[in-house]
């Protein structure tokens, strides 16, 4: 077996070839064997192109042009690195299954390789849909390129949802979590079948009318079946009743009980609300997830309240560990403790990760700090604290290292210069009334959410007298930072909704029962009516909108995130949602569009009651489950079969509808 390191090195000397200095490898660094096809058949006289994506303009590698049978081989001297994925691009030619014949030159197919694809690839509808959602915000045309992690982040969900070797369904979406339980698996099929009209059964009028349907909020017309599944990726909420119909017309249902002559089932056979495309995945610990936050390698770590398969709630719960994932949802962390260390039993919003470290404080007042690989990296008498803490809850990095704490119980904040443990020191800023979430603005000024009050305050870290105080919702939880220094903040209730009344020094959990009770009734009714609040408060402390941004979209609102865009994702414990927000000036959107306006609603049959909701490299949004059964989680005498069921199972990765956000979060949000 050759030497990795060795490895390493032969494959960057081989993929200098691509950037024009010469080499002559003794044999082909990749070959491909592989077969075009479309309708279930193959298509003759296409032009497949292998390419080279990265930050710069892809680079042409090989070309082939398929046979009678859509096959096509391709030998390529060269290698390809870590920041490099390839893909391949079958434009045109001739379907065997076409009932009109001939090269159909709108007819472009995508399948992304990643920097190892198998030997044999199949290039189809279901490679070109999955490829377009994974790579959305990469497309432009036939070309691909970004942030290299975002492009390896892409590449490496392609197989979550459809084998490349085979052309049918991938690994994670055949699993129980995503086969029966969403709508992802007929919405692929129903797209691939889309782009299988388009080359087989359709006329000029209807692709003409599919290519309309598919053109982005403001954009140009897309001209091919490539550039069109992108544009719906991007904004699969635009036109989804077009897009049916459309489907609808190609493949008409015979009768309610007979089956369509569309080429991939299960397809929808109800017009949906979206074209998103989603998955569901758990392992290593996960069970009621709180916080999402990404490494500088796109991981997804996040404190866990409860303890898979435990019987938790409100009032009683045994507390769970730290989670890690892979980008494409790999779980690295341990099943069901997950990562533990330091004393810490039970996670809630307090979850950060650094440029070398992951901070974690516990319900139980403890603090894990852990390296990369979840090693605790110091020990619980490292910290210079006598005092007993007990419910810390958010975690806040400045730009500049320095850590933060909200302490919920003691109305303090934790203060670490430079992530330094054992300077840590504790901080009274006046007005903290059970202090839940912390972000650092650039010039260095720390901004406290206030979950027992309606306020949120913000001070100069150098002098903690100086308070100012901002009135947002009731019950403010997440805050955040777009790239303009605007804070975002998400608050439970609005200001019309009557405010619990929370006896002081109560614990955290306590606090989290009598506001549950509290904002239950008032949601349920009668009538029933949402609460929460979404508000903006800007860097000289104005509000557009001081009431907030409310109405049914928002609903028990908890964590947001804001992405590349400056657009504003918010996780609904309500309702089982992800609300999309324009941001403050924010571009792509329709004529009118103001920052808080409501751009759409996720839902899926993964999405139960959700805390966070965040945004990796490649502009995934990664959904927090954090409840799921209230009558579990809040109940005095839970029913037994579905005792377990309180804690939020899985979190669900919605594929390319968001700009892409460079990690970790420190300070304002950092977007390619």
């Known amino acids: 077996m050759r030497h990795k390191s060795a490895e390493r090195l032969l494959s960057a000397a081989l993929f200098m070839g691509t950037l024009g200095f010469a080499i002559a490898p003794a044999k082909a660094a990749i070959n491909l064997d592989g077969q075009v096809q479309a309708g279930g058949g193959p298509i003759a006289q296409s032009t497949v192109t292998l390419w080279a994506a990265s930050a710069n303009a892809p680079v042409q590698l090989g070309q082939a042009t398929t046979g009678a049978d859509g096959r096509f081989a391709i030998a390529v001297n060269q290698s390809v690195g870590n920041d490099t994925i390839l893909y391949l691009v079958a434009r045109g030619g001739a379907p065997a299954v076409s009932k009109t014949g001939g090269n159909n030159p709108g007819l472009d197919l995508l399948a992304v390789l990643g920097s190892a694809p198998p030997a044999k690839v199949v290039v189809n509808e279901l490679t070109t849909v999955a490829s377009a959602f994974t790579g959305a915000r990469f497309i432009n045309g036939e070309s691909i390129s970004g942030n290299p992690l975002g492009l390896r982040i892409a590449a490496g969900n392609v197989p979550n949802l459809v084998n490349p070797a085979t052309g049918t369904w991938g690994k994670v979406l055949l699993d129980p979590l995503n086969s029966s339980m969403t709508t992802t698996m007929a919405n692929l099929d129903t797209l691939g ?149 330091m004393g810490i039993d039970g996670v809630g919003w307090g979850t950060a990760v650094t440029k070398d470290r992951v901070w974690i404080s516990s319900f139980n007042g403890k603090i894990l700090v852990m390296d990369f690989d979840g090693k605790p990296v110091a020990t619980e008498a490292d910290f210079p604290f006598k005092e007993k803490f007990l419910g810390l809850m958010g975690i806040g990095v400045a730009p500049n290292g320095d850590v933060w704490i909200a302490d919920g119980s003691d109305n303090q904040l ?208 990664w959904a927090a489950n954090n409840w799921n059964s209230l009558e579990a989680a809040a109940s005095e005498n839970p029913t037994r079969p579905t005792s377990t069921w309180g804690g939020g199972s899985g979190f669900t990765v919605i594929y390319g509808v968001a700009a892409p956000v460079k990690p970790p979060r420190m300070g304002k949000v950092q977007g390619y």
């Not at 709180?290 to 490494?295: A, E, S």
């Not at 404190?303 to 409100?314: A, I, K, M, T």
């Not at 509000?543 to 590349?564: R, S, Y």
């Open 193 to 341: 079948s889309l782009i299988s009209a388009y080359a087989t059964v359709a006329n000029d009028e209807w692709r003409a009318r599919f290519l309309k349907a598919a053109t982005p909020t403001g954009g140009v017309t897309p001209k091919s079946t490539l550039e069109a599944m992108a544009d719906i990726a991007r904004e699969p909420w635009a036109n989804p009743k077009e897009l049916y119909g459309l489907f609808d017309e190609a493949y008409p249902l015979p009768a309610p009980d007979a089956r369509r002559s569309a080429p991939f089932a299960p397809y929808l056979v109800y017009v949906p609300d979206d074209f998103a495309l989603s998955l569901c995945f758990s392992g290593g610990g996960n069970y009621a997830a709180g916080r999402f936050m990404f490494d500088a390698d796109g991981n997804l770590w996040s404190g866990q309240n409860w303890l898979p398969g435990s019987q938790s709630g409100v009032n009683k719960s045994t507390g769970g560990g730290v989670i890690k994932f892979t980008p494409n949802g790999t779980p690295l962390s341990p099943p069901i403790t997950g990562f533990t260390g």
């Open 414 to 621: 934790l203060y670490f210069p430079g992530g330094r443990i054992q300077e840590g020191r504790i901080v009274k800023p006046a007005g903290l009334v059970s202090p839940f979430d912390v972000v650092i603005d650039s010039l260095n000024r720390v901004w406290v959410a206030n979950s027992s009050s309606d306020t949120v305050v913000r001070f100069p870290a150098g002098d903690p007298t100086k308070v100012e105080s901002f009135r947002a919702g009731i019950g403010v939880r997440a805050l955040a930072l777009d790239s303009k220094e605007n804070v975002w903040v998400a608050s439970n209730m609005d200001l019309k909704t009557p405010q619990p009344k929370l006896p002081d020094g109560i614990s955290i959990m306590e606090q989290f029962k009598l506001i549950t009770a509290a904002m239950f009734k008032y949601v349920m009714g009668p009538p029933p009516r949402p609460t929460g609040a979404v508000n903006m408060i800007r860097p000289d402390g104005s509000q557009p909108a001081p009431m907030g941004f409310t109405g049914e979209a928002i609903n028990i609102p908890w964590g947001l995130n804001v992405d590349g865009n400056d657009d504003v994702w918010v996780g609904n414990m309500w309702g089982r949602s992800v609300t999309l927000l324009a941001g403050d000036g924010t571009k792509g959107h329709p004529p009118g569009t103001k920052a808080g306006d409501v751009l759409h609603v996720f839902r899926s049959g993964s999405i139960q009651m959700i805390t966070d909701a965040s945004i990796d490299p490649a502009g995934d949004v």
